[in-house]
């Protein structure tokens, strides 16, 4: 099956500065790789995801880069709010209708 | 209000009992997925479903149950046979089975007396 590592576990940035975390998957013949962002004690809220036909997607301060020949995608989220602080989990699809996730971020910004 | 839900928000499983967890969306999803959530790890699938009457194991299934009766519902059975069952369950859906956009419900937590 697919295995997903995520890196750093653990990030901590300065408001407004940006924060990347980059996940590394093992499966070529993924094709599909989202981001849930997850707040204590809730749900994981999808906020970006790309499909394998595209390089880089983005929406406002968040941005996802995937590499297919490396085998790595990365989260990007600039100008960093408080509101930001949360677990971010990556995910990549290996068929089947299964996902396979990441162990997660957590990430803290620092006002 | 679309959305998945989830119920009740915190339960209590005494030794030896089965508890049900519910899930329930009016996104008018095909498919219906159960994931586990452990401290510092990753979700891991316990069953899934792409249609009604149907459903599948996932990684971790031994010790649970499900049933897809219903299009918008998909219970969980947290079984006796489940000897570690602390933990968040998430319950999430996607439009079709080949949609690979999956979205999730706010999360059951389960804890042991």
């Known amino acids: 099956g697919e295995n997903v590592e995520q890196h750093p576990s653990t990030l901590s940035v300065q408001e407004g500065d940006s924060a990347v975390i980059k996940c590394t998957y093992s499966?070529?013949?993924?094709?599909?790789f989202p981001w849930y962002k997850q707040e204590l004690g809730k749900g994981p809220q999808l906020i970006i995801d790309?499909?394998?036909?595209?390089g880089e997607k983005k929406d406002q301060r968040i941005a996802v880069t995937l590499n297919k020949t490396a085998k790595h995608f990365s989260l990007h989220i600039t100008e960093t709010q408080p509101e930001d602080s949360a677990v971010y989990f990556c995910?990549?699809?290996?068929?089947?209708?299964?996902?396979?996730f990441g162990k997660g971020n957590q990430v803290v910004v620092i006002p | 209000d679309g959305g998945i839900t989830q119920s009740p928000k915190y339960l209590f499983r005494k030794e030896g009992q089965n508890v049900t967890l519910s899930c329930e969306q009016n996104?008018?999803?095909?498919?219906m997925y159960w994931y586990r959530q452990d401290p510092g790890q990753g979700l891991r699938l316990i069953y899934y479903?792409?249609?009604?009457?149907?459903?599948q194991k996932g990684d971790i299934a031994e010790g649970y149950s499900v049933s897809r009766e219903k299009k918008e519902s998909f219970p969980l059975t947290v079984t006796s046979a489940q000897k570690n069952p602390t933990a968040f369950y998430l319950c999430?859906?996607?439009?079709?089975?080949?949609?690979?956009?999956?979205?999730f419900g706010p999360g059951t937590r389960l804890l042991v007396l």
């Open positions: 999430a859906s996607s439009i079709q089975a080949s949609e690979k956009t999956q979205y």
């Open positions: 499966d070529s013949a993924s094709n599909y």
């Open positions: 790309i499909r394998s036909n595209v």
């Open positions: 995910a990549a699809y290996y068929g089947n209708n299964r996902l396979a």
């Open positions: 996104l008018n999803h095909d498919a």
């Open positions: 479903s792409q249609i009604v009457n149907d459903f």
